[in-house]
């Protein structure tokens, strides 16, 4: 394949066998590059080389001006701002800095365009005007600053170029607009220069105007790269500038256009490849180069629609991929750095006297909060143990072990919104993690490119002010991240070649595989960010979408001219903006196929294999066993026994291994937290009644003081979490409530004439259960609620904060209640009525549950039934024990079986 670089250079020589003096002006300073290269490999002898730069640098050569950083204008641009009178009411910087950047945009797009100000900001106001036409009948202050504003863009934009030119520097478009009026002194001191132009296609107006003059002085050429498919073809946009100029411009009446190929019709392979998802597309990407040699990937170039699909990419290459270039870099903003800083910023944005425990463990648990604070994990504990949602720096302080920290005082200090301690404080961060030998190579590079990225913001304070919060920081340190980069070293010239769009130009590959052919990102959909409206664009001449819409066709269709195989990969997906739709180029190559072109499509979708269910299985070991001894000797509590039934591989995990779930701080009260704190309210109520008959007035002795022993239980409980307010606060008040409710219904049992009398509140029960089966001892063991006699009759009852139903203490058929969860409540309760026995002899007796989501049910009776439609028996007997008892032991017998595996149950 000759590319068109190789063509342009032969055509050159032929003509100019002496090209040092010539000044060769491409698209990029990557094309140079490449230029260069094929000059180096096509030259048998030692010879100076020519001067090869971008536009860009061309421009700036005209103009004596120096583009300036686009950070370093906003400020600029504000200072302007500041001094413009005509404009009354000023923004602080921080909004100013939301619509600056847009609008400095369009003062970029009129030079670059060379518009005449006067008449555009006059045309403009008009506008902005007819808009508020009819608003009101009287125009209000707001209405009034809002048009004096617009009336005051032609001050401003005269001020930021005066200040700018006094600098010897200038916005991209400014120094566009003062090339093309310094042309005339250029073109009169370097008459017999030598100038040749390769590779562009839309060029803006100065551009238009200075490679015209250069071309009429006779000394200069222009190389269109360009196919004759798309030029012939008025209809087709890909070739809409070239087309217009060489219609257009005087040079052409008398020249032939240079290099209108005819490479597109030529033989091609083209595979469009429809894929699930951005990651689906990087790993039929490395798929693909897999079954390429070495030769072949040396010719292939991969291009990112997306580029957020660069990373994935680089996991996705396969190992023959031995060189690689890689054209652009990694944006700052996706390293977890970035997210520290902007985490810290965050905190002390928004109330830094008072933290946020989640602020806090963000920090903490962030790979840098680790590295700076080397005792997060003690920290960590107590902010979980002490269950505090909001901290103050002195209380963090002292969670601390060396309480003397000065990167916790650093941290979490407060800086009091001051701008300069935010980055003073940011930069001496970054210099202790510069300091720390254990950063990785790529966290090395990532802290000093932030550190240089800090000292800018630094510098840019020093000498603009305009830094007045925390915020203000954040919104310039984003800005700064998202647009700095940090780049891959490679060889540019050999190995596989991954770049952008913009990348491309002027280069040529044989194998071209394009990622994200989607609609809306390959070519991109409409973008608004503009003041400039619609009408007033095409009056003076603008860049309108259709003419970035022809942009985008150049690029993709110059990339196919010369490739021999095309791969075109697209999402299928449609999530959020993403359409899934793919790009209107797919659909154009398919309608218009070439003869000379064949097509093969695909649908990749990931292979779907439903496994069976397996059920996972413990075998018990020597270990597992022993513990189930301990376990036994200790007693197996009614929860436990419960969990067993319910999953056994449950009580596995938290019998056997101990695993407890992850502690976090409770910021809303759990249901299992308020069932402690009803449960120790009423503990501390009537444990001082036990062996004594309730009266009414004990009764309503507890009524006076809910509130207090509850607020009592809460902070004992709930620790340091705040129940003052919101969702606690309504769970205060329930708590409170259900308390109030069950003494409500004692004082009426009371008032009836029913005689209650305690027996036992939270009594601490055991009980031996003799199993010849077992060589151990093995005891039962747990806490009952409250024992009372009512009216003579012996009661045993747990509290339950949940919702319970009569159905749910009630058996049929005594084999299931150690083998169906749904009967767990009427284990519970005959477990406790078992080791109550052991202390007063049951014959006759009731035990239940009192739900306080269900009070209007009373106490719910345990009751054995001998169909659905039969009279309960609610009576304890020894009976009853007995029959519970022969299945208490089968199910200790099951856990306690070293043949017996723990097997999951499938949980429905």
Same mark, same amino acid.
């Given at each position: 394949?000759?590319?068109?670089?190789?063509?342009?250079?032969?055509?050159?020589?032929?003509?100019?066998?002496?090209?040092?003096?010539?000044?060769?002006?491409?698209?990029?300073?990557?094309?140079?590059?490449?230029?260069?290269?094929?000059?180096?490999?096509?030259?048998?002898?030692?010879?100076?080389?020519?001067?090869?730069?971008?536009?860009?640098?061309?421009?700036?050569?005209?103009?004596?001006?120096?583009?300036?950083?686009?950070?370093?204008?906003?400020?600029?641009?504000?200072?302007?701002?500041?001094?413009?009178?005509?404009?009354?009411?000023?923004?602080?910087?921080?909004?100013?800095?939301?619509?600056?950047?847009?609008?400095?945009?369009?003062?970029?797009?009129?030079?670059?365009?060379?518009?005449?100000?006067?008449?555009?900001?006059?045309?403009?106001?008009?506008?902005?005007?007819?808009?508020?036409?009819?608003?009101?009948?009287?125009?209000?202050?707001?209405?009034?600053?809002?048009?004096?504003?617009?009336?005051?863009?032609?001050?401003?934009?005269?001020?930021?170029?005066?200040?700018?030119?006094?600098?010897?520097?200038?916005?991209?478009?400014?120094?566009?607009?003062?090339?093309?009026?310094?042309?005339?002194?250029?073109?009169?001191?370097?008459?017999?220069?030598?100038?040749?132009?390769?590779?562009?296609?839309?060029?803006?107006?100065?551009?238009?105007?200075?490679?015209?003059?250069?071309?009429?002085?006779?000394?200069?050429?222009?190389?269109?790269?360009?196919?004759?498919?798309?030029?012939?073809?008025?209809?087709?946009?890909?070739?809409?500038?070239?087309?217009?100029?060489?219609?257009?411009?005087?040079?052409?009446?008398?020249?032939?256009?240079?290099?209108?190929?005819?490479?597109?019709?030529?033989?091609?392979?083209?595979?469009?490849?429809?894929?699930?998802?951005?990651?689906?597309?990087?790993?039929?990407?490395?798929?693909?180069?897999?079954?390429?040699?070495?030769?072949?990937?040396?010719?292939?170039?991969?291009?990112?629609?997306?580029?957020?699909?660069?990373?994935?990419?680089?996991?996705?290459?396969?190992?023959?991929?031995?060189?690689?270039?890689?054209?652009?870099?990694?944006?700052?903003?996706?390293?977890?750095?970035?997210?520290?800083?902007?985490?810290?910023?965050?905190?002390?944005?928004?109330?830094?006297?008072?933290?946020?425990?989640?602020?806090?463990?963000?920090?903490?648990?962030?790979?840098?909060?680790?590295?700076?604070?080397?005792?997060?994990?003690?920290?960590?504990?107590?902010?979980?143990?002490?269950?505090?949602?909001?901290?103050?720096?002195?209380?963090?302080?002292?969670?601390?072990?060396?309480?003397?920290?000065?990167?916790?005082?650093?941290?979490?200090?407060?800086?009091?919104?001051?701008?300069?301690?935010?980055?003073?404080?940011?930069?001496?961060?970054?210099?202790?993690?510069?300091?720390?030998?254990?950063?990785?190579?790529?966290?090395?590079?990532?802290?000093?490119?932030?550190?240089?990225?800090?000292?800018?913001?630094?510098?840019?304070?020093?000498?603009?002010?305009?830094?007045?919060?925390?915020?203000?920081?954040?919104?310039?340190?984003?800005?700064?991240?998202?647009?700095?980069?940090?780049?891959?070293?490679?060889?540019?010239?050999?190995?596989?070649?991954?770049?952008?769009?913009?990348?491309?130009?002027?280069?040529?590959?044989?194998?071209?595989?394009?990622?994200?052919?989607?609609?809306?990102?390959?070519?991109?959909?409409?973008?608004?960010?503009?003041?400039?409206?619609?009408?007033?664009?095409?009056?003076?001449?603008?860049?309108?979408?259709?003419?970035?819409?022809?942009?985008?066709?150049?690029?993709?269709?110059?990339?196919?001219?010369?490739?021999?195989?095309?791969?075109?990969?697209?999402?299928?997906?449609?999530?959020?903006?993403?359409?899934?739709?793919?790009?209107?180029?797919?659909?154009?190559?398919?309608?218009?196929?070439?003869?000379?072109?064949?097509?093969?499509?695909?649908?990749?979708?990931?292979?779907?294999?439903? &496994?069976? %269910?397996?059920?996972? =299985?413990?075998? *018990?070991?020597?270990?597992?066993?022993?513990?189930? !001894? +301990? #376990?036994? @000797?200790?007693?197996?509590?009614?929860?436990?026994?419960?969990?067993?039934?319910?999953?056994?591989?449950?009580?596995?995990?938290?019998?056997?291994?101990?695993?407890?779930?992850?502690?976090?701080?409770?910021?809303?009260?759990?249901?299992?937290?308020?069932?402690?704190?009803?449960?120790?309210?009423?503990?501390?109520?009537?444990?001082?009644?036990?062996?004594?008959?309730?009266?009414?007035?004990?009764?309503?002795?507890?009524?006076?003081?809910?509130?207090?022993?509850?607020?009592?239980?809460?902070?004992?409980?709930?620790?340091?979490?705040?129940?003052?307010?919101? &969702?606690? %606060?309504?769970?205060? =008040?329930?708590? *409170?409530?259900?308390?109030?409710?069950?003494?409500? !219904? +004692? #004082?009426? @049992?009371?008032?009836?004439?029913?005689?209650?009398?305690?027996?036992?509140?939270?009594?601490?029960?055991?009980?031996?259960?003799?199993?010849?089966?077992?060589?151990?001892?093995?005891?039962?063991?747990?806490?009952?609620?409250?024992?009372?006699?009512?009216?003579?009759?012996?009661?045993?009852?747990?509290?339950?904060?949940?919702?319970?139903?009569?159905?749910?203490?009630?058996?049929?058929?005594?084999?299931?209640?150690?083998?169906?969860?749904?009967?767990?409540?009427?284990?519970?309760?005959?477990?406790?009525?078992?080791?109550?026995?052991?202390?007063?002899?049951?014959?006759?007796?009731?035990?239940?549950?009192?739900?306080?989501?269900?009070?209007?049910?009373?106490?719910?009776?345990?009751?054995?039934?001998?169909?659905?439609?039969?009279?309960?028996?609610?009576?304890?007997?020894?009976?009853?024990?007995?029959?519970?008892?022969?299945?208490?032991?089968?199910?200790?017998?099951?856990?306690?079986?070293?043949?017996?595996?723990?097997?999951?149950?499938?949980?429905?």
């Amino acid at each position: 394949m000759v590319t068109f670089l190789q063509e342009v250079l032969a055509d050159i020589k032929n003509s100019n066998p002496d090209i040092s003096d010539i000044t060769f002006v491409l698209p990029s300073k990557r094309a140079g590059g490449f230029l260069l290269n094929e000059l180096k490999k096509n030259t048998n002898n030692t010879q100076f080389a020519p001067r090869i730069c971008s536009i860009e640098e061309f421009i700036e050569d005209l103009s004596n001006l120096k583009i300036i950083d686009n950070t370093e204008l906003l400020f600029k641009s504000y200072e302007a701002y500041l001094s413009t009178n005509s404009s009354t009411e000023k923004e602080d910087f921080e909004t100013y800095s939301t619509w600056a950047i847009t609008l400095l945009n369009d003062f970029n797009e009129i030079d670059r365009y060379l518009v005449e100000p006067a008449p555009f900001f006059s045309y403009l106001a008009s506008i902005k005007t007819l808009e508020r036409w009819g608003v009101n009948d009287e125009k209000t202050q707001l209405i009034e600053n809002y048009l004096r504003f617009w009336e005051s863009l032609p001050s401003f934009y005269e001020n930021i170029q005066n200040q700018l030119l006094r600098e010897g520097i200038g916005y991209q478009g400014m120094v566009y607009r003062e090339a093309a009026s310094n042309l005339g002194h250029y073109i009169n001191n370097n008459k017999y220069k030598k100038h040749i132009f390769i590779g562009f296609n839309a060029l803006n107006a100065a551009e238009q105007n200075i490679i015209q003059e250069l071309l009429e002085t006779k000394n200069s050429k222009i190389y269109w790269d360009t196919d004759r498919f798309f030029y012939e073809d008025l209809k087709h946009s890909a070739s809409y500038f070239i087309r217009k100029y060489i219609k257009e411009w005087k040079y052409f009446q008398d020249e032939t256009p240079k290099f209108i190929a005819r490479n597109f019709e030529g033989p091609k392979q083209f595979r469009f490849v429809e894929v699930q998802k951005n990651v689906g597309q990087a790993k039929y990407v490395g798929e693909l180069l897999s079954t390429l040699s070495t030769g072949e990937i040396n010719k292939t170039a991969i291009v990112l629609g997306d580029e957020n699909l660069l990373v994935p990419l680089l996991y996705s290459l396969p190992e023959n991929v031995k060189n690689l270039n890689l054209t652009m870099g990694i944006s700052l903003k996706n390293f977890p750095a970035v997210v520290f800083f902007e985490l810290l910023y965050g905190i002390h944005h928004r109330n830094p006297r008072t933290l946020y425990y989640k602020d806090v463990l963000a920090i903490l648990n962030h790979p840098l909060g680790n590295t700076l604070l080397k005792d997060t994990t003690i920290i960590n504990k107590k902010l979980v143990n002490q269950n505090i949602t909001h901290i103050s720096f002195e209380d963090l302080k002292s969670f601390s072990e060396d309480s003397e920290n000065p990167m916790l005082q650093l941290i979490f200090d407060d800086w009091n919104d001051d701008s300069e301690t935010a980055i003073k404080s940011s930069i001496k961060i970054i210099e202790t993690l510069q300091n720390d030998k254990e950063l990785s190579v790529v966290e090395r590079v990532v802290t000093n490119q932030l550190g240089k990225v800090l000292k800018k913001i630094d510098t840019l304070n020093e000498k603009y002010p305009h830094l007045k919060s925390i915020r203000s920081v954040l919104t310039l340190f984003s800005e700064l991240t998202q647009t700095t980069s940090i780049d891959f070293e490679g060889d540019a010239y050999s190995g596989l070649q991954v770049m952008g769009v913009l990348e491309t130009r002027v280069l040529d590959f044989e194998n071209v595989i394009i990622t994200s052919v989607n609609e809306g990102i390959f070519p991109s959909g409409k973008s608004n960010a503009s003041f400039i409206t619609y009408d007033l664009k095409q009056q003076f001449n603008l860049p309108i979408y259709t003419e970035k819409d022809a942009i985008y066709t150049y690029h993709f269709y110059r990339l196919l001219q010369r490739a021999k195989n095309v791969t075109l990969l697209y999402n299928n997906h449609s999530e959020g903006i993403n359409t899934g739709e793919k790009s209107r180029f797919i659909r154009q190559l398919e309608i218009e196929k070439h003869p000379n072109h064949t097509i093969e499509k695909r649908i990749l979708s990931p292979k779907v294999q439903i &496994k069976p %269910l397996q059920l996972r =299985e413990i075998h *018990k070991t020597e270990a597992v066993l022993k513990r189930i !001894r +301990e #376990i036994a @000797e200790k007693g197996f509590s009614p929860s436990a026994l419960t969990s067993y039934i319910r999953n056994p591989m449950e009580f596995y995990f938290q019998k056997i291994l101990k695993l407890n779930e992850f502690a976090e701080v409770e910021e809303t009260v759990a249901a299992n937290t308020l069932g402690t704190i009803v449960h120790d309210t009423l503990e501390n109520f009537y444990q001082p009644l036990e062996a004594l008959v309730l009266s009414v007035q004990n009764l309503l002795d507890m009524k006076e003081r809910i509130h207090e022993e509850v607020t009592k239980q809460f902070k004992k409980t709930f620790k340091g979490g705040n129940f003052s307010k919101g &969702k606690n %606060l309504i769970i205060f =008040e329930v708590a *409170k409530r259900y308390i109030s409710n069950f003494i409500d !219904r +004692e #004082i009426s @049992e009371v008032e009836a004439g029913n005689e209650i009398k305690i027996v036992k509140i939270e009594a601490n029960l055991t009980l031996e259960i003799p199993i010849h089966e077992i060589n151990f001892p093995v005891k039962i063991h747990g806490k009952v609620d409250r024992v009372d006699t009512y009216n003579g009759q012996l009661r045993i009852i747990d509290y339950k904060t949940g919702s319970v139903n009569q159905g749910d203490v009630e058996i049929i058929d005594w084999s299931v209640l150690n083998k169906d969860y749904k009967f767990s409540k009427a284990f519970q309760v005959l477990t406790y009525a078992l080791m109550m026995n052991r202390e007063l002899p049951i014959n006759g007796a009731e035990a239940g549950i009192i739900s306080f989501k269900n009070l209007a049910g009373g106490f719910l009776k345990f009751g054995t039934k001998t169909s659905a439609y039969s009279k309960r028996d609610q009576q304890i007997t020894a009976e009853t024990l007995e029959n519970f008892t022969i299945e208490l032991k089968k199910l200790i017998l099951e856990i306690c079986d070293p043949q017996i595996p723990f097997i999951e149950k499938e949980i429905e």
